[in-house]
């Protein structure tokens, strides 16, 4: 079992910057892929960024350059720095984990745990 408590989230101006965190609990955390997701009132949830357990990532375009995903095993936690934000970020910022050997790290069912996720909202 997993347990992932995100932090972080709030309100900032275009242009601003957030840094989310995800803190997991459970001896394993150096094992599993880590993701970001997002959902935005009345939309599917969406990838955003993922991590591997040897600290590759991989980005959708929309936040290619802006947001930049890190980890801290020792500290069983996965980070997620978001610059330059736009109104467009606004959405609920799943933290996730799941241990596959690698392919479809943008799909939600490869998940296996989930966090409570944290509200960003982005200002005009």
């Known amino acids: 079992q997993v347990q992932l408590v995100e932090s972080g989230g709030g309100l900032v101006q275009a242009g601003g910057s957030l840094r989310l965190s995800c803190a997991a609990s459970g001896r394993t955390f150096s094992n599993y892929w880590m993701g970001w997701f997002r959902q935005a009132p009345g939309k599917e949830r969406e990838f955003v960024v993922a991590?591997?357990?040897?600290?590759?990532?991989y980005y959708t375009d929309f936040v290619k350059g802006r947001f930049t995903i890190s980890r801290d095993n020792a500290k069983n936690t996965v980070y997620l720095q978001m610059n330059s934000l736009k109104p467009g970020d606004t959405a609920t910022y799943y933290c996730a984990a799941g241990l596959f050997s690698g392919g479809d790290y943008y799909y939600t069912g490869r998940y296996n745990y989930w966090g409570q996720g944290t509200q960003v909202t982005v200002s005009s």
């Open positions: 991590i591997n357990r040897y600290g590759g990532t």
